[in-house]
């Protein structure tokens, strides 16, 4: 049964990649992309890496997607005026897909696949995750969570549409800004 589940989430990811690079529309790849993030977090939970498929959907799939689409939203780009690939273009993609197919071919038919039994450890995983985060490295992680905090700030300012002023207004004060009037 957990081999369905396998190849249902790897065709699930390779078609969410495809759709990552070959959509048109920013927003839907952001979306495409969060389907390949929930289709390998799904993959850790077969492979009973849980810790790894919880960070993945935290932390790419909530954070990283969600800022993705602050930008796309943000800078109001719609995408759809691509250029078309040059011939050289599609010439080395291919070529370099083929020496990539080559390798893990080769590797898969002639490398060596032995593994390492894992060495007991006191405890849960997590806890001892937990225990290393807060204590060894308990400042980088509030430095990391304060400019998360930062950050947020910052795209609520940046979003914030400034209404009841009147337009006469922002120009009046453009024109008396010490920096413009340097530059004059």
Not at 7 to 12: A, E, G, K, T
Not at 83 to 96: H, W
Not at 145 to 154: D, H, K, P, Q, V
């Amino acid at each position: 049964m957990s081999d369905i589940f396998f190849y249902v989430f790897s065709v699930l990811a390779l078609a969410c990649g495809l759709g990552v690079v070959f959509n048109k529309n920013t927003v839907t790849s952001a979306l495409c992309l969060l389907g390949v993030l929930v289709s390998l977090a799904g993959i850790f939970v077969l492979l009973e890496a849980f810790l790894l498929a919880v960070l993945l959907i935290f932390v790419y799939a909530g954070a990283v997607v969600a800022l993705f689409l602050f930008i796309v939203m943000l800078t109001d780009a719609a995408g759809g005026d691509r250029q078309r690939f040059s011939r050289g273009t599609l010439v080395s993609g291919t070529l370099a897909a083929g020496l990539l197919l080559i390798g893990l071919a080769s590797i898969a038919l002639y490398g060596s696949f032995d593994t390492v039994a894992p060495a007991a450890s006191p405890g849960s995983v997590l806890r001892i995750y937990g225990q290393e985060l807060f204590t060894t490295y308990l400042l980088p992680v509030q430095i990391v969570g304060f400019l998360l905090l930062i950050a947020m700030l910052g795209v609520i300012v940046i979003s914030k549409k400034f209404t009841g002023e009147p337009a006469d207004s922002a120009a009046a004060a453009a024109s008396t800004d010490p920096l413009t009037e340097a530059i004059k």
